[in-house]
């Protein structure tokens, strides 16, 4: 199939456009560069660089790239954080540009859409693992954001026919040898700590110890970056034969603050030192997806179950590139 994967010069996009092109797909990339890197394409993409807040941009895509059979949608400001700072960054633009996407692509007659959605959605669960019969409560405006393109969604195929699939995940982690998470800022845990065993940094503020968790930091569920490229392929695949679907994707175990601490230390072989800060607002102490349907369904499998092995892989890369994509 030809595949566009906005956001595909992004940490998520980029590793899933790489699986992609291994799984024989043909893949065009549209990226703004705001937080992706031009060196994160895979080289047997088509690149086009332009703004999904750009009707133009958008048009020039659909008209430069005809005949796409379904498209993988990563674009979007992602941070719980900055959303509470800066909601309508993701109240308007996330919308704003999901919109401009969808109105595009079912003029050029696309059939397949799978989101990148999040586990954001489920800000105070019943049930642990959270399954797809969970209430949803957006968390923060980026996971309100989410879920209004995943009502639009609803729309497009009563309206259009647009069949879709929407992936909740947790917590993106682990890398591949030739691409890599980069954020600028970075905020996120895996990489911070990784910096301090590089020597970029001098300790990790844990976040908070006093919740209630087995060790008192909080519990998140840390899936692979290619484990879930895989689970968004199989989706796109699948969507002819199923038919629209939301999936929860998680490792199904999940691993507290220090646990990846432990395993960052275990690793790198460095002492990583550590201070415990004050809660960071709206973190919930534990996080954990049941993958049961896509299990089920889609005999998806994760291929890096371990934080270990997910550590590895993160620690080899950026190793590798201390300054990310910059060196
Ligand atoms: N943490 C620290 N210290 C740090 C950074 C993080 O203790 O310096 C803790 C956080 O409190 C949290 C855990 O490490 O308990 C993981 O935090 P991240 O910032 O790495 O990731 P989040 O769980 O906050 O967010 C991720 C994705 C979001 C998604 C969310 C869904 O980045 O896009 O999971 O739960 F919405």
């Known amino acids: 199939m030809k595949i566009l994967v906005t956001g595909g010069a992004g940490y998520i996009g980029s590793a899933t456009s790489a ?10 990339v549209f990226d703004n560069l705001y937080q992706g890197h031009r060196q994160a394409v895979p080289a047997e993409a088509a690149f086009v660089q332009g703004d999904l807040s750009s009707r133009a941009d958008v048009a020039r895509l659909f ?6 059979d379904g498209i993988m949608h990563f674009a979007s400001y992602t941070l719980v954080g900055e959303s509470m700072q800066q909601p309508l960054l993701y109240l308007r633009d996330n919308l704003v540009n999901a919109a401009n996407l969808l109105e595009a692509a079912v003029a050029a007659g696309v059939r397949r859409f799978i989101l990148s959605s999040t586990a954001n959605l489920f800000d105070d669960p019943a049930k ?10 957006p968390g923060s405006p980026y996971g309100e954001s989410k879920f209004f393109i995943e009502r639009t969604l609803h729309w497009f195929e009563r309206i259009y026919g647009l069949r879709y699939a929407c992936m909740r995940y947790f917590n993106a982690s682990g890398d591949a040898p030739e691409r890599g998470e980069d954020h600028d800022p970075e905020t996120h845990l895996i990489p911070l700590i990784l910096q301090v065993a590089l020597g970029q940094r001098e300790q990790i503020t844990i976040f908070g110890d006093d919740y209630p968790t087995p060790d008192g930091t909080c519990v998140r569920d840390y899936v692979h970056v290619a484990d879930l490229a895989q689970a968004h392929i199989l989706a796109m695949e699948s969507l002819d034969r199923l038919g629209s679907r939301k999936y929860n994707l998680g490792n199904g175990s999940g691993f507290s603050v220090m646990e990846v601490l432990d395993a960052a230390r275990r690793v790198t072989g460095h002492p990583i030192p550590h201070v415990v800060g004050p809660r960071r607002p709206g973190d919930p ?3 954990v997806a049941s993958s049961e349907s896509i299990r089920r369904e889609l005999g998806w499998r994760p291929r890096y179950p371990d934080i270990e092995t997910i550590m590895r892989s993160a620690w080899e890369w950026h190793r590798a590139h201390p300054h990310g994509y910059g060196e």
């Open 19 to 28: 699986e992609l092109i291994a799984a024989g797909h043909q893949v065009v």
């Open 285 to 287: 102490a534990t996080l």
């Open 128 to 137: 642990m693992p959270i399954d797809e019969h969970e209430r949803i409560v």
């Open 63 to 68: 008209a430069e790239h005809p005949g796409i």
